[in-house]
């Protein structure tokens, strides 16, 4: 990592106030540390919890992305009860399955149409936990003095063309007091968009900004990010004039040939996402409809039989089905979850 960008990430934890809890951070970061061994060992059976809990908070959403990965699944009758109550959020924090420090990323759908939203995240707060979400940003202005007074430490905004004119006041208003992080899903025809893109988040004063390959789901018509020399050139000249404005992550792009590559993702190890019924993930990619067990216990959720197997076949270079098309698989990847 360049000193620039390490100086960059310093001021992000500083404005995250992570000297506040020196303890638990530390001890968040060992977590991370105890993570890293077991993939570094290839450990299928954990002994701690993964650090990272994605908290699906319901299954509705304001919009209807068509790339979206679960396109099909939201705001159907199937899935209309999915929604977290805060006594089932504090339950699952209670319960051996759940670790006690580590980070607490609210997701959804749109996570902000879960009525219980600030009272979850006011509870992960009191817990420790670093807190983030991910948003499309559609309910930031009613929300905008909750979220100030919410002490929330990151806040992923996704850049949709068609909303972000409008939501660009409250953006420069919030990112006084909330780090944002701007996100971009790319695809092949959605190359051309990336400067505005860059300017728009230096113009609400982004920390950070990624730009997320676009993950082929079967539903989506439009192509991921292939390597190619034209986008690597564009890469280094936008790195270059706007990597000190924020820091700036680019996901891998995919590879054209998947033959002999190493499967090198590690969120089987490091992240779990958990649904309203406190069901589990093993990644966001994953249809709505493949979660599984109980994140309370151990035994039926971070290491369930499905999740040593998931293990397993990402140690022994195998590509799981749910996988396919997924950059992460192959790309020893700089994106940090956020
Ligand atoms: C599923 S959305 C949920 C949160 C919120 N509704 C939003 O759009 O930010 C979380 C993130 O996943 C991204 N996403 C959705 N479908 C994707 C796909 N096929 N490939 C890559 N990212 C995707 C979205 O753009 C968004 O940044
Ligand atoms: S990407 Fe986010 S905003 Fe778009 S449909 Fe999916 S959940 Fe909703």
């Keep these: 990592m360049k000193i620039a960008t390490a100086i960059q990430y310093f001021k992000l934890a500083l404005r995250m106030k992570v000297y506040r809890h020196p303890f638990t951070n530390f001890r968040i970061g060992l977590h991370f540390l105890l993570i890293r061994i077991n993939i570094l060992l290839k450990t299928k ?4 919890s993964p650090p990272n809990i994605v908290f699906s908070l ?20 199937e899935h209309k009860e999915d929604e ?16 006690s420090v580590g980070r607490i990323c609210l997701y959804g759908g749109e996570p902000l149409l879960n009525k219980d939203f600030f009272k979850i995240l006011a509870e992960a707060k009191k817990r420790k936990f670093l807190t983030s979400i991910v948003t499309n940003g559609l309910l930031i202005t009613k929300y905008k003095s909750e979220l100030q007074e919410s002490n929330l430490d ?6 949709y063309p068609e909303d972000v004119e409008k939501i660009k006041p409250s953006l420069v208003n919030i990112s006084k007091y909330i780090p944002i992080n701007l996100s ?4 092949n025809n959605r190359i051309d968009e990336i400067e505005k893109f860059l300017i728009y988040a230096r113009d609400i004063n982004a920390a950070m900004v990624t730009i997320e390959n676009l993950r082929e789901n079967g539903i989506t018509s439009e192509e991921s990010l292939k390597e190619n020399e034209q986008l690597k050139s564009q890469r280094v000249h936008l790195t270059e004039n706007y990597s000190k404005h924020f820091i700036l992550r680019w996901s891998g792009f995919n590879k054209i040939d998947t033959v002999n ?6 969120d089987f190890w490091d992240t779990i996402f958990v649904n309203a019924k ?9 249809p709505l409809n493949s979660y599984f067990g109980d994140i309370k216990k151990k035994s039926s959720s971070v290491n369930s039989l499905e999740m040593l197997k998931l293990r397993d076949q990402i140690s022994s270079n195998q590509a799981p089905k749910n996988c396919e098309g997924c950059h992460y698989l192959y790309a020893k990847d700089p994106l940090y979850k956020s």
Excluded: A
């Excluded at 059976?45 to 701690?48: A, D, N, P, R, S």
């Excluded at 990151?154 to 850049?159: H, K, P, Q, R």
């Design 154 to 159: 990151l806040m992923t905004v996704s850049y």
């Design 45 to 48: 059976k954990l002994t701690i």
């Design 278 to 286: 406190g069901q589990i993930s093993p990644c966001c990619q994953y």
């Design 261 to 266: 590559l190493k499967t090198s993702c590690v």
């Design 84 to 99: 977290l109550s805060y006594d089932s959020f504090v339950e699952i924090l209670d319960s051996e399955g759940c670790p």
């Design 58 to 77: 319901t299954s509705r959403c304001n919009k209807t992305c068509d790339f979206c990965h679960y396109i099909t699944e939201l705001n159907s009758p």
């Design 184 to 187: 971009y899903v790319v695809s």
